[in-house]
């Protein structure tokens, strides 16, 4: 399963802290892609990510993602905790990765050996 994960702002101001929609999608190997969470949240908010996490394994989610994608403040501060699978990636990253052959030109991750 690969996940991505973001906060989605829309226009809409109920209150002077500026909430977002929290969203994971995911993907199996073979294209098959799903919501697999959704909560309102603070975009930058460790706790608000964990909460949806947490969410997802009390709903029964076990396996962990072979790739997760998401901003840099949020991927970063989730590395950082027990959920190992989340990797901030940069776009100087995916290419250099992307030249050296480890993604495909499909997107899929492989070994660069």
């Not at 991505?4 to 073979?30: K, P, Q």
């Not at 998401?70 to 901030?88: I, N």
């Not at 050296?100 to 070994?111: L, T």
Request: aromatic share 8%; with cysteine.
């Amino acid at each position: 399963m690969y996940i991505w994960a973001d906060g989605i702002y829309f226009n809409i101001r109920m209150e002077h802290n500026r909430t977002c929609i929290l969203v994971l999608l995911g993907a199996t190997e073979s294209g098959e892609k799903e919501i697999l969470a959704i909560a309102d949240g603070y975009r930058e908010s460790e706790q608000s990510w964990i909460s949806l996490l947490l969410d997802l394994q009390s709903r029964g989610w076990t396996v962990p993602p072979k790739l997760a994608i998401g901003d840099g403040a949020m991927v970063y501060k989730l590395g950082q905790g027990s959920h190992r699978g989340f990797q901030r990636l940069n776009g100087s990253e995916l290419m250099r990765d992307v030249i050296a052959g480890v993604v495909d030109e499909d997107g899929v991750i492989k070994s660069a050996a």
